[in-house]
């Protein structure tokens, strides 16, 4: 496959500035696994299976009911012992319940940090986009857009530039309002417009303390970023919690109150801040952002206390921050056994819903763990486990992905991995009741086979 790929490559057919003459397929799900090599007593910071990673990475998939297809991309690979990133795409087709052998949108050639993951985007037309983070010169990112709507066959490079952790919304009839990171000083926040995605604004900074991981998400005409504080740059100290949001494309950015704020945000110290935690000595991980059946903003974050793993650090505390009635409300959802336990919030009027990795795992002291489904009946005061949606795992299960105008079929994507060493790593997805878990082939032989049951 390797070679395929170089000679694809030779070829001119994923040289980057060029167009796809023909799809590049692999023969299967194979996720990237990988390590961070900032290791302590109980292993590495985060490590394992992350095709799915980072939670700044949004959407990474899409159900578009024109077609009743759920696009995605993750971070792939050629092999279980092939550490090299492969930005894949592909679909679950809900009607035929298959999906095709997934295809090579770009080799990151020289890369296996699944920091150069993708997100996707799919615009009034049809045509799918595909946003490649790289976060220097020498290791760019990308826009990529398909050449025909809703197909994955042929890709075009739009733009080469430094972004990372991507998050391009798209806006009725006024194109892309885009939220990224460049390393300027620190993770800062920038964003940018597009009406049609070929011509971009210039790029303007929203935040920079000294770093930030920065989730958002779009409702009505109404874009919503929250992100932490890195004191120092040390992504280790990531603490606090902020909110803007904008109603006008980024033309004027306000509080959750209303109030007008200027941007570029550069004092840890304004009116943005929803939580001061450095005040608390607490480390902060956003997980997600959704909105309540009155629009209004709902925080899904683990709070921690020390960034290192393993049981001399207190458990991760899940918990939910919901503005409602003039005051953001904080309540706990359950504790889990690492920072990096990442899982998504769902929101359908009265009914609350948290997919992620909450039970320990086979690595215990690893990234991820066993998926389960927690419910609130209360808007997120309290919580309920509904069931363990994994068990008795092989590998833990991390980064459970919420899909932009989720499916009831296709409701949470995620990969698996061991936390402890190189392993094959495979990917999955259940259904709204999370009483259903398919895993996508990781071999394939035909064009199209179906994802095999598990669960």
């Not at 056994?337 to 690595?363: A, C, F, R, V």
Request: charged residues 20%; neutral net charge.
């Amino acid at each position: 496959m390797r070679i395929m790929i170089l000679l694809a490559m030779t070829l001119g057919i994923l040289r980057i500035g060029f167009t796809q003459e023909q799809a590049i397929k692999v023969s299967g799900y194979k996720g990237i696994w990988f390590t961070l090599g900032q290791f302590s007593e109980y292993g590495d910071k985060y490590s394992g299976g992350l095709g799915t990673y980072t939670a700044n990475h949004i959407p990474i998939a899409i159900y578009s009911p024109e077609v009743k297809k759920t696009f995605f991309v993750y971070g792939g690979t050629t092999s279980k012992d092939d550490r090299h990133l492969l930005i894949m795409i592909s679909y679950y087709d809900h009607q035929k319940k298959v999906v095709p052998k997934p295809v090579i949108v770009l080799d990151k050639e020289g890369v296996n940090d699944p920091h150069d993951n993708a997100s996707i985007s799919i615009d009034e037309q049809g045509f799918i986009w595909v946003f490649v983070s790289g976060r220097a010169k020498l290791r760019p990112g990308f826009i990529f857009k398909s050449t025909t709507p809703y197909s994955i066959e042929r890709f075009e490079k739009i733009l080469e530039k430094e972004m990372t952790y991507p998050q391009p919304w798209r806006q009725v009839g006024k194109g892309f309002l885009y939220m990224f990171t460049k390393y300027t000083n620190g993770r800062e926040l920038y964003w940018s417009t597009s009406a049609d995605g070929k011509t971009w604004m210039p790029d303007q900074k929203l935040a920079g303390m000294g770093g930030h991981y920065q989730v958002s998400n779009y409702n009505g005409n109404k874009l919503v970023s929250v992100f932490n504080y890195h004191p120092d740059g040390d992504v280790d100290k990531r603490t606090n919690i902020y909110l803007v949001q904008t109603e006008d494309g980024g033309n004027s950015w306000k509080t959750v109150e209303g109030n007008k704020i200027t941007t570029p945000l550069v004092d840890p110290q304004n009116p943005a801040l929803i939580r001061d935690y450095q005040a608390e000595d607490k480390l902060v991980y956003i997980n997600d952002l959704n909105f309540d059946a009155d629009g209004n903003p709902v925080i899904l974050a683990v709070i921690s206390s020390n960034f290192k793993p393993g049981p001399d650090s207190a458990l991760k505390t899940w918990t939910i921050m919901h503005w409602s009635n003039g005051k953001w409300n904080f309540s706990k959802v359950c504790e889990s056994t690492h920072n990096y336990d990442m899982g998504s919030l769902y929101i359908n009027k009265d009914n609350w819903t948290i997919i992620g990795p909450t039970e320990p795992g086979p690595q215990k002291w690893g990234t991820g763990g066993e998926m389960a489904l927690w419910q609130s009946s209360d808007e997120g005061s309290s919580w309920r486990k509904i069931r363990n949606i994994t068990h008795n795992s092989l590998y833990n299960h991390s980064y459970a992905r919420r899909p932009l105008n989720a499916n009831d079929d296709f409701y949470a994507f995620w990969a698996d991995g061991d936390a402890d060493k190189i392993s094959p790593s495979r990917l999955y997805f259940t259904n709204r009741t999370g009483d259903k878990v398919w895993m996508l082939p990781y071999n394939m032989k035909n064009d199209f086979e179906k994802p095999i049951q598990i669960k």
